[in-house]
């Protein structure tokens, strides 16, 4: 692949993307939802995002990543629930991680 098809890949999906994330505010306008459908909709958010986690914290390839990652997710995600700044809370779970790792911990 050479430079211009790399612009114009670029290009493209940036084009792309801008229009999905135009359309939302656009057709929010446009069309209403029952409450029902929003309340789904936001449990559907939350729940993608949770998979999202469990996925990248449980598995590495293809197969299960270890103690030592979900240990750190779940300091992480103690912390976060107690509200503790961020930087805190990414370095505590590499922290953990880390430390598990170093002390012969997968």
């Known amino acids: 692949m050479d430079g ?3 612009l114009i890949a670029t290009a493209v999906l940036a084009g792309g993307t ?10 929010r306008r446009r069309m209403k939802l029952s409450p029902k459908a929003e309340r789904l909709m936001a449990l559907a958010a939350v729940v993608l ?15 299960f990543a ?7 997710v779940l ?3 103690v912390l976060a629930w107690r509200k503790a700044p961020f930087v805190l809370v990414v370095v ?9 790792r170093l002390a ?3």
Not at 66 to 72: E, L, S
Not at 92 to 100: D, G, H, S, V
């Open 4 to 6: 211009t098809e790399l």
């Open 18 to 27: 801008f229009a999905f994330r135009f359309a939302g505010p656009v057709l």
């Open 49 to 63: 995002l949770a998979a999202l986690v469990a996925v990248s914290a449980l598995t590495e390839g293809h197969g």
């Open 66 to 72: 270890g103690i030592a990652r979900p240990a750190g």
């Open 75 to 77: 300091v992480a995600g």
């Open 92 to 100: 505590a779970a590499a922290a953990t991680a880390a430390l598990l």
């Open 104 to 106: 012969g911990v997968p």
